[in-house]
């Protein structure tokens, strides 16, 4: 697959791609926001509706 990337979109799309499944996000704090979120709602993260952005963001502001 990696070879026909190179043939079909150049070294620079390809390394780019490459570069994003190579990165290791095993301890991010997105990582970590994701498991609070699924801890909270019984292993499964649920849809980010209108009011649960506006909840997110009012609560991001109160936590500095």
Request: contains cysteine; charged residues 25%.
């Amino acid at each position: 697959m990696a070879m026909a990337l190179r043939d079909w979109y150049g070294d620079e799309v390809s390394d780019q791609i490459a570069q994003c499944f190579r990165a290791d996000a095993s301890d991010t704090a997105e990582n970590a926001w994701i498991a609070a979120l699924r801890d909270l709602h019984d292993g499964v993260v649920p849809e980010l509706t209108t009011n649960r952005l506006r909840r997110l963001q009012l609560l991001s502001r109160f936590s500095g």
